[in-house]
């Protein structure tokens, strides 16, 4: 298990991803595996930032990558805003981009490149597990 802590600021997405896409080589997957798994952890990141950090300048996640067996499991740990993620939508993609809804789609993105997204909130910030299983 590997555990690192990055400042919550869209600066540090790029060590956010190679960070994940270096376990997920170092555990056996494919590329097309780890561009699904840097895009999730991208969108998982991004949520945090823009969402549970909002107006917070010294936020922190806490990413934490594992491989346990075949599968990777990504953790990010806040302690922003408390996040309901039953309370978001699904998008619809069936209407053109001007009348889709904002929001949801970084969601929806993850839930369809993951094989498993679990969220926890508490009184002391949220907890978000992504697996993704080897093809």
Same mark, same amino acid.
Do not use: W
């Given at each position: #298990?590997?555990?690192?802590?990055?400042? !919550?600021?869209?600066?540090?997405?790029?060590?956010?991803?190679?960070?994940?896409?270096?376990? !997920?080589?170092?555990?056996?997957?494919?590329?097309?595996?780890?561009?699904?798994?840097?895009?999730? !952890?991208?969108?998982?990141?991004?949520?945090? $930032?823009?969402? !549970?950090?909002?107006?917070?300048?010294?936020?922190?996640?806490?990413?934490?990558?594992? #491989?346990?067996?075949?599968? &990777? $499991?990504?953790?990010?740990?806040?302690?922003?805003?408390?996040?309901?993620?039953?309370?978001?939508?699904?998008?619809?993609?069936?209407?053109?981009?001007?009348?889709?809804? $904002?929001?949801?789609?970084?969601?929806?993105?993850?839930?369809?490149? #993951?094989?498993?997204?679990?969220?926890?909130?508490?009184?002391?910030?949220? &907890?978000?597990? #992504?697996?993704?299983?080897?093809?």
């Amino acid at each position: #298990m590997r555990t690192v802590t990055y400042p !919550a600021k869209f600066e540090f997405l790029n060590e956010i991803r190679d960070f994940v896409a270096e376990v !997920a080589r170092d555990g056996g997957f494919d590329d097309k595996e780890i561009y699904s798994v840097q895009l999730a !952890a991208d969108e998982a990141a991004s949520n945090i $930032i823009e969402h !549970a950090y909002e107006g917070v300048a010294d936020g922190q996640i806490e990413l934490t990558c594992e #491989m346990c067996g075949a599968e &990777l $499991i990504i953790s990010m740990q806040d302690h922003g805003k408390s996040f309901d993620s039953k309370k978001v939508k699904k998008p619809n993609l069936k209407v053109g981009l001007s009348e889709r809804q $904002i929001g949801g789609l970084g969601i929806y993105l993850m839930r369809k490149l #993951m094989d498993e997204v679990k969220y926890r909130s508490s009184g002391t910030g949220n &907890l978000l597990t #992504m697996i993704k299983r080897k093809g």
